[in-house]
Structure formats: C-alpha cells, structure tokens
C-alpha cells in the first residue's frame, strides 16, 4: 500500500499572520521536504533568503522545499504534487483570506495519493473579535473558526493577559472541535502544526523532545507511550481526541485486535485510523500544552482500551 502525502490546510482571513506562519514552518523544516501551494505568489511572500530558484510556476526553496502557485487550478496542482519525485513529505496548502477551509480540505481527501492532516486557521488577537461582527466578513470567518481543528491565536504580544483569556474563551465556544494554542509571529512547533515525522519512520519521540523557541519551549508538552499489545484502535483514537485528555496532536502505529498494524492520527478532535503499510515499532506520541495534557486520561484510555480486546477474546 503506498503511502499518502498529508495536506496541512492553512486559512484565515488577511492580515490574520497566515505568510509568517508559513515562513517560520520553512526556517523550521528540519529537513522535511515541504511543498507549499499558494494562490498566488503575491499572497505568500516566501523570505527572500529561503529562496533557491523561480521559474513561472515553482519557487525552489532551501532544503529541499518547493513553491507552487495552483491560480485557479487547485486539484491539478495538488495531482502534480503527488506526482514528484523525489516525493514531499508534507504539503502546506494556503487559503485565500475568504476561503473555507473546511471545503478545501474535503477535496483534498478526493485525491488519491493525499491524507488530511489538519485544518489550521489563524486569527489575529487584535483584530478578530471586530473581523467576526463585520457585516461583511463576519460569516466567512465565524465558519473558517468552526472549521478548524486547530485555531492560532497569533500577535497574542499585542494584547493584555486578560483580553488574551477572553479570547481563548470565546474561540472554544467558535471553534469547538479545535483546540487553540496562542503564538507571537507565528511561533508554534512544527511537530504541533504538521505531527511528528519520526512516527512514519517508525521511531517514537521520546518525552519532552518538541523544538520551539525558548520562550515557547515551556509551553507545550510531549508524551510517549510504547504498546505492545493489540488495542482497540477505533476507541482509543476516539478517547485521544476527547477534550480531557489535553492533546493537540497525537500520531501512532498500534495493532489492531485482528494483529494488523494500523496508523492512529489524532488532531483537535477529529480522529483516524488507516491500514499502515510496512513493517513498524507500536506506540503513540502525544503533543498538548503544558498545563493541560493529562498523562493519566491517556493512560487510563489506553487501558480500557486494551481491556476491551482482553474481554472479548477470554
């Protein structure tokens, strides 16, 4: 079974911090081959020093990253995507300020050869509560909120602590299947943003090793979990993606209760669970902030669901 190429799908409205937070993503790559999908060049401003090579169509980027621009075209892009050699390993696909990328996500999954990693929306502490309430804007950006799986609260340095706390309050009640993670320029672990790439290799991270900038390092948190025994994978995904469990992310290969190893990828709270092609290591790798991650939910969720393939099979 070949393996599909995850799509990170990237909206907000203009001006919410979507090109910087793409660039941080290219500084950030750690060697991931990353191929970006833009309307438009001059919607995404790729930083001049990341910049290799131009053609009409291409923007070759250092290590190994490209450019693309799709105009009106977005499945035939994303089809010559898939189609490269050598492969990328990641695609990030930006939106226009007015797009739904809910929408752009579901015809994504309509490609053989692409997954779905997530929908991030990025919405700008200073701006989006009046961007929500304008007559004009307000319904496309209240449903790229309801949208989203995970929801950045960017240019969170521009407002007190206390606007900050009312706005992380009204997002939940926006955006309730995501969760939110504040950022300054656009600065979140790309293992939060895109999952953690060791897990397609096979090799589980271990506890604590998420790279982020020092004054975003204490905030968020990782936690490994090696599982030997077949689970019920369908209800563990299910109970990751609960909110008491405190996770952003969470990746893993498991063995189902037939033995067949099945990749697990969990993000805001939607869940999935594929056949996994090839041989790997079990475990799961989990992401959440700091003061959330409940350690003990995953572990509880991991046993009833071990427990569950122990009770019908006596």
């Known amino acids: 079974m070949a393996k599909r190429v995850p799509v990170t799908v990237i909206g907000g409205y203009l001006g919410a911090g979507k090109t910087t937070l793409v660039n941080h993503l290219l500084r950030n790559a750690a060697g991931r081959r990353l191929a970006i999908l833009v309307n438009d060049f001059g919607d ?27 105009g009106s075209d977005l499945m035939g892009a994303l089809m010559k995507i898939v189609e490269r050699r050598p492969a990328p390993e990641h695609v990030l696909l930006e939106t226009s ?28 502490a200073e701006t989006v509560r009046a961007r929500a309430d304008d007559r004009y804007m307000g319904d496309t950006i209240t449903r790229q909120l309801a949208e989203a799986d995970l929801v950045v609260l960017n240019k969170t340095d521009l407002v007190d602590e206390a606007v900050n706390k ?15 993670v504040k950022a300054v320029g656009g600065e979140v672990p790309i293992e939060v943003l895109l999952g953690k790439r060791e897990l397609a290799a096979g090799r589980l991270f271990e506890s604590g090793s998420i790279r982020a900038a020092p004054d975003t390092a204490s905030t968020y948190a990782s936690a490994s979990f090696e599982v030997p025994a077949p689970v019920d994978v369908e209800k563990f995904a299910r109970s990751l ?21 099945k990749t697990l990828h969990v993000v805001g709270t939607r869940s999935e669970v594929t056949p996994h092609a090839g041989e790997s290591t079990t475990g799961i790798a989990c992401i959440g902030l700091r003061a959330l991650l409940d350690r003990a939910a995953i572990e509880r969720a991991l046993a009833e669901a071990t427990t569950d393939i122990l009770l019908s099979n006596p």
């Open 44 to 70: 995404l401003p790729i930083d001049a020093d990341l910049i290799e090579a131009q053609s009409d169509d291409l923007i070759s980027i250092a290590g190994g990253c490209v450019c693309c621009s799709f």
């Open 97 to 124: 300020g007015v797009a739904l990328p809910g929408s752009v996500a579901r015809s994504v999954a309509l490609i053989a050869g692409l997954s779905v990693d997530g929908v991030v929306v990025l919405a700008d």
């Open 166 to 180: 009312t706005l992380c309050e009204w997002l939940v009640k926006s955006a309730p299947q995501a969760r939110v």
């Open 241 to 261: 993606a609960d909110p008491s469990c405190g996770l952003l992310r969470a990746k893993g290969v498991l063995r189902d209760r037939a033995g067949r190893l």
